[in-house]
């Protein structure tokens, strides 16, 4: 590399030496040049010229093509979001997983570059052009644009739900079902944001999608932006899966404030074991039941179940495997990157996007005091061998595994002997059928 | 600036909006709520079956269905996995030279020396 750099620079400041000794040469020329013919004299002088002129030239079209000169304050900011992003990953272990991919997407998003409009104002290309560069996300036919339309057409969402139930275990889920009422409580998050949306003057669709965001489910948002809002993919996808990366410094505030230490102290009876039948039968009960009930949701609830059915059968580990390993990797690499460019500063830095932003803040907090509240409502039919921490409430919004682990943090801070994990997963997981059930109702209402 | 742009639209959150919101959520805890009671009745469904079964065989044996929780089968799983996987970290650490006494052996005999041929010259 640093060959590389020292023949380049080299290279640069010969041709610069060059064109400088031919501008001297043209203003003071030396005694050789005397002895030849006037004639031939005036050639080589305007041959000269000519060649540090189209030099001069190349160079204007290698600054006007650089991302120095078209960069704008706008790049600049999206470039530092991205660095913070990618800081967050690294420095705080915030869903490093996806934070990196969106980080480095935005960056690449962001780096400056002639785009067909301004190439044909700037005279770089054709006033007849149909295409730039193909460098762009949004550009026809660039890299960017073929891997975004997993994005654009909701094609990556299912994939990632595919890989999410082949590593989910139902188990807390089915031992005690009734913690599936606190993931579909926490979907208040969901309806109040689609009504906070409404009275500031989005569409219903566009409602529909910023609501969503409160499900805590970065590919449901995505796949219901696609098909309601596909110009606000990017602000709704970076709102989601920022707050999700932001669930264990949003959530705490709002779990001390919705409960006394008495609440946060109970201790639920453990688990029961679970049978093998029950866990096959789990997926296949639920892909019929809430399919049925929401056919909207197919892509997602149909993979989601799918990838859990691969795993319980136990005689498809192989698939299994590949579809919680290898292809949700691969999904999350291509989702991440491309959602992450799909902010270019033009179209994401808009007033429109901040207050997405606002209301995907709200939507998280409502959604969490939506589980919080009905842990404690559900407390007040159950006896008190079987009462509920509140605490597990908040894990309804669908941040699997973050904010079930939030909620095992919150409860060891209170008592180290208390493990609610593995009861803070089931309304968790119970979060994720609940979010993209909300998904398919909102996708039959407003489409 | 953007505070100036926001206005609140009351009028946006029309009957229609009232539906989807309150038909959408009711929707979202219907579903749960039926995978709750398909859940809830499984076990004894389950069990149902199982003791139908129980009864038309004759010689069952008479001890009661102990239902363990998870955290017992956790622990039951660590205590198997140590002693399958893990019980040689609790080897003595005292190290010995266990002597060998042995007449020959082709360590210690002349005719596979290296220098062999050699000596044969």
């Known amino acids: ?447 | 600036m953007i505070i100036n742009n926001i206005h609140i639209d009351s009028a946006a959150v029309d009957s229609e909006a009232l539906i989807v919101t309150v038909v959408g959520y009711a929707v979202v805890f219907a579903a749960l709520i039926l995978l709750f009671v398909a859940f809830f009745s499984m076990p004894k469904i389950l069990n149902l079956k199982f003791k139908r079964k129980g009864k038309s065989q004759i010689a069952m044996e008479a001890s009661p269905v102990v239902e363990m929780s998870g955290e017992v089968n956790a622990a039951i799983s660590m205590a198997l996995h140590l002693y399958f996987n893990q019980y040689h970290d609790e080897e003595s650490s005292a190290m010995t030279i266990k002597r060998e006494s042995r007449l020959y052996s082709p360590w210690s005999s002349k005719i596979y020396q290296v220098r062999n041929q050699f000596n044969r010259i």
């Open chain 1, 1 to 447: 590399m640093k060959r590389f750099a020292t023949i380049f620079a080299i290279i640069a400041i010969l041709a610069t030496l060059h064109s400088l000794v031919n501008q001297a040469g043209a203003n003071n020329p030396n005694a050789d040049t005397v002895t030849v013919a006037q004639n031939s004299q005036q050639n080589t002088d305007s041959g000269d010229e000519e060649v540090s002129a189209s030099v001069f030239q190349g160079l204007k079209k290698f600054w006007m093509y650089s991302g120095f000169k078209n960069a704008k304050i706008g790049h600049i900011i999206m470039i530092i979001v991205g660095l913070i992003f990618i800081f967050l990953a690294i420095k705080y272990d915030y869903e490093p997983l996806l934070l990196v991919p969106i980080g480095t997407g935005i960056l690449i998003g962001n780096i400056p570059f002639v785009t067909l409009e301004i190439g044909k104002t700037m005279g770089l290309f054709a006033p007849d052009a149909t295409s730039g560069l193909k460098l762009g996300l949004y550009e026809q036919g660039s890299v960017l644009n073929y891997l975004y339309y997993g994005v654009s057409q909701g094609i990556y969402p299912p994939l990632i739900f595919l890989g999410i139930g082949a590593m989910t275990d139902f188990s807390a889920l089915i031992s005690n079902p009734k913690l599936l009422l606190l993931g579909a409580a926490a979907q208040l998050g969901i309806f109040a944001t689609f009504m906070g949306a409404l009275l500031l003057g989005f569409l219903p669709s566009e409602a529909g999608a910023i609501g969503i965001i409160g499900g805590a489910d970065g590919p449901t948002a995505i796949f219901i932006s696609s098909k309601l809002a596909p110009h606000l993919i990017g602000p709704i996808a970076i709102a989601a899966y920022s707050y999700m990366a932001l669930v264990p410094v949003i959530q705490p505030p709002i779990m001390r404030l919705l409960t006394t230490r008495k609440q946060r102290l109970i201790r639920m009876r453990p688990s029961r074991a679970v049978s093998k039948t029950e866990k096959i039968l789990f997926p296949i009960i639920g892909l019929l039941l809430t399919t049925f009930i929401a056919p909207s949701a197919l892509p997602l609830l149909g993979m989601l179940f799918f990838g859990n059915i691969l795993k319980e059968s136990t005689v498809t580990n192989r698939l299994a495997e590949t579809a919680r390993t290898s292809l949700i990797d691969i999904v999350t690499i291509l989702l991440g990157v491309t959602v992450g460019a799909s902010t270019q500063a033009d179209v994401f830095l808009t007033s429109q996007s901040i207050l997405i932003f606002v209301l995907g803040a709200i939507s998280f907090m409502v959604a969490t005091a939506g589980g919080l509240l009905f842990a404690h409502f559900m407390n007040l039919f159950l006896r008190k061998e079987n009462k509920i921490n509140p605490l597990i409430g908040a894990a309804g919004v669908s941040a699997v595994p973050d904010s079930a682990r939030v909620a095992q943090m919150m409860g060891l801070k209170e008592d180290p002997s208390n493990h609610l994990l593995m009861h803070a997963m089931a309304p968790n997981v119970a979060g994720v059928i609940g979010s993209a059930v909300a998904a398919g109702i909102l996708l039959s209402f407003l489409l």
